[in-house]
């Protein structure tokens, strides 16, 4: 009921829908995600005040929950989207102080280097794709942020800096699986 009131633009039936739901079922072990649905459903709507509200929310109440991982990452790329980039750094640095332990952090940090490069801020971006490399070389995400790191020379025109990461890529990540589609994509 919350979400389809959120999507008809019912906000406040909406919000009284998604704290009976949190008062209702706070124990249950899905209720993290079910509450991380509606945010991402606000966010789609472009909603970006609830959004941010109810993924603080999951922060606060299921901080040990892997969607408290994603409702962090969310709030960092909201940010960077913005261009607030205090808010974006602090956000960033919650995440990695709090989330560090957390299986799926690779991606959450990758996916916040991906949103910088997507809005052409290289240098963010590469220090971010850097970060995943240093912290997490055996991740699947360090091959992808490597051969980002590719992409961020290539589109600053910087041959050499692009050929090295290329090198660096290949000697890394030969043997996986992946890395053929990988190269295919740089």
């Known amino acids: ?9 019912e906000d406040p039936n909406a919000e009284a829908a998604v704290e009976k739901l949190v008062t209702r079922f706070y ?9 991380y649905e ?23 109440k ?21 261009g607030d980039e205090l808010n974006a750094q602090a956000a960033a640095d919650k995440l990695l102080a709090d989330f560090s332990k957390q299986g799926r952090i690779a991606q959450a940090v990758y996916d916040i280097a991906k949103q910088y490069h997507d809005l ?6 590469g220090l971010f794709y850097q970060y995943v490399i240093n912290n997490w070389p055996d991740d699947e995400y ?10 961020i020379h290539i589109n600053l025109g910087d ?23 990988t190269v295919l994509l740089v």
């Open 142 to 151: 360090a091959m992808r942020a490597e051969a980002d790191l590719v992409k």
């Open 62 to 82: 299921w901080p040990k929950s892997e969607h408290a991982l994603w409702a962090q990452r969310d709030l960092a790329r909201f940010s960077i989207s913005i």
């Open 1 to 9: 009921m919350a979400m389809s009131y959120a999507t008809i633009g």
């Open 38 to 60: 509606m945010a991402k459903s606000y966010r789609l709507s472009r909603k970006d005040e609830r959004a941010n509200h109810i993924c603080n929310l999951i922060i606060g």
């Open 159 to 181: 041959e050499v800096a692009a050929q090295n990461a290329l090198d660096t890529l290949i000697a890394d990540f030969n043997e996986h699986p992946d890395f053929s589609d």
């Open 27 to 35: 124990e249950n072990q899905h209720i993290a995600g079910v509450v």
């Open 120 to 125: 052409q801020k290289y240098e963010e971006a």
